[in-house]
């Protein structure tokens, strides 16, 4: 029983609950991300050189006559370099990064600007303790006397 309750506290940890729902929201992210490179850059950059989508960019090292599509020469089971993938995913990888790094850095202007806060805000005065309170009333109930 104890391990179970050792992994119950673990698990509803803050941070742990954090780092979980920000792997959900990252994959997201990353699938988005991955859709703008592949269905929008990709194409764009490969109709400057006048072909299909550049994600799609192979070299066939196989004999005989080349297939005219990265499916095809996969099928085919011929060696090749599939190096229009290999640069989609460098370009995804180069944005995710980029954007994490920006998240990072507002994020930690975000906690400096509220540590600043803090520090410039007078700090309220300290409450008065009971015994100084009560020698107090006793003061003003011997005065008016």
Same mark, same amino acid.
């Given at each position: 029983?104890?391990? +179970?309750? =050792?992994?119950?506290?673990?698990?509803? /940890?803050?941070?742990? @609950?954090?780092?979980? @729902?920000?792997?959900?929201?990252?994959?997201?992210?990353? #699938?988005?991300?991955?859709?703008? &490179?592949?269905?929008?850059?990709?194409? +764009? @950059?490969?109709?400057?050189?006048?072909?299909?989508?550049?994600?799609?960019?192979?070299?066939?090292?196989?004999?005989?006559?080349?297939? #005219?599509?990265?499916?095809? @020469?996969? /099928?085919?089971?011929?060696?090749?370099?599939?190096?229009?993938?290999?640069?989609?995913?460098?370009?995804?990888?180069?944005?995710?990064?980029?954007?994490?790094?920006?998240?990072? /850095?507002?994020?930690?202007?975000?906690? =400096?600007?509220?540590?600043?806060?803090?520090?410039?805000?007078?700090?309220?005065?300290?409450?008065?303790?009971?015994? &100084?309170?009560?020698?107090?009333?006793?003061?003003?109930?011997?005065?008016?006397?």
């Amino acid at each position: 029983m104890g391990l +179970i309750k =050792e992994f119950k506290e673990f698990a509803m /940890k803050g941070n742990v @609950v954090d780092m979980a @729902v920000g792997v959900i929201i990252g994959g997201a992210f990353g #699938k988005i991300v991955n859709s703008m &490179v592949k269905d929008i850059m990709m194409p +764009i @950059v490969g109709s400057f050189g006048g072909k299909g989508s550049f994600g799609q960019e192979f070299i066939y090292l196989g004999t005989g006559e080349r297939p #005219k599509t990265l499916e095809l @020469v996969e /099928k085919s089971g011929e060696p090749y370099i599939a190096w229009g993938p290999f640069a989609q995913a460098t370009i995804d990888f180069l944005i995710m990064a980029f954007s994490i790094f920006i998240i990072i /850095k507002l994020m930690n202007k975000a906690t =400096e600007l509220t540590k600043l806060r803090k520090e410039a805000a007078p700090a309220a005065p300290p409450a008065t303790p009971e015994d &100084v309170l009560l020698l107090r009333e006793i003061r003003d109930a011997l005065k008016s006397r």
